[in-house]
């Protein structure tokens, strides 16, 4: 894989302070996308959101911009190669010097997706600490809305919303045990008016309101009238996060309603 250099974004260049410059592999999205970000340092917890959040993500239609770190971004990551959707790693280092070293494949694995792996810094730049809250403004300057999946009350995560909301960007964080290290940052977002996410459904939903429409459109699901969420996703053929993401579109449009962990069906509006 080659590094190429590549212009800068219309996305990019509306940030405060635009990169003067890109190096690429593989094609970068001409829509903004959805950053998903989080702890190096993950739980379990985490991890599994990041998954299930990736993915569903990915499968509405929507790039997932991300850092490629160890943790909740590889995570997501991971979720929208296997998902088959696009991605996008923004690095803090030459793109010939992939960190950590260990997702050398996730980095391959997206660019044979479709997607990308982008960077400020020519071939030849080594990874250094000051390095990666720099690249955390292209991550939000690449994206519409910040997702926050667990996040200690330092780190870059929070360096990523804060910058989001210099960007003018919205921010979403997934809430967690109030004795948890790795959720006081989110819970602390929520706190402070970040939006807090309550699985798939209510991630797509809110994205729907931030972006519009989800750009993928699927069959929609089969809903038996009291079925549980989980009984929909288990008598379901298709991955999770496809079905989260059309239960998600059918309640925007009307014709179903979650209450309590249940589908309720319900008239389409206007009819």
Not at 204 to 215: D, K
């Amino acid at each position: 894989m080659n590094p190429e250099p590549i212009a800068v974004p219309g996305l990019l260049r509306l940030i405060p302070d635009p990169p003067t410059a890109l190096w690429a592999i593989g094609e970068l999205p001409t829509v903004p996308g959805v950053a998903i970000v989080g702890t190096r340092r993950c739980t379990s917890y985490g991890r599994k959101a990041a998954l299930w959040l990736g993915e569903a993500v990915a499968l509405a239609g929507w790039p997932v911009i991300s850092g490629l770190a160890r943790g909740i971004d590889a995570a997501a990551h991971r979720a929208v190669v296997e998902a088959g959707g696009i991605g996008v790693a923004v690095l803090g280092s030459g793109l010939d010097t992939i960190y950590p070293p260990e997702n050398r494949q996730l980095a391959a694995d997206l660019v044979g997706a479709g997607g990308a792996i982008i960077s400020e810094y020519p071939p030849g730049t080594p990874p250094a600490p000051f390095r990666f809250p720099a690249r955390n403004r292209v991550i939000s300057g690449l994206s519409a809305a910040v997702v926050v999946v667990e996040a200690a009350l330092t780190g870059g995560a929070l360096i990523t919303a804060r910058l989001a909301l210099e960007q003018g960007k919205e921010v979403l964080a997934v809430p967690g045990d109030i004795d948890r290290p790795t959720s006081a940052g989110c819970n602390l977002l929520i706190r402070d008016g970040a939006h807090p996410v309550l699985g798939a459904i209510d991630l797509i939903e809110s994205l729907e309101q931030i972006m519009g429409p989800a750009p993928s459109v699927a069959k929609p699901p089969d809903v038996a009238p009291g079925a549980t969420v989980d009984e929909l996703i288990a008598g379901s053929d298709r991955p999770v996060g496809e079905v989260l993401a059309e239960l998600a579109r059918l309640e925007l449009e009307g014709g179903l309603r979650v209450e309590s962990g249940r589908a309720v069906t319900s008239p389409k509006k206007g009819s």
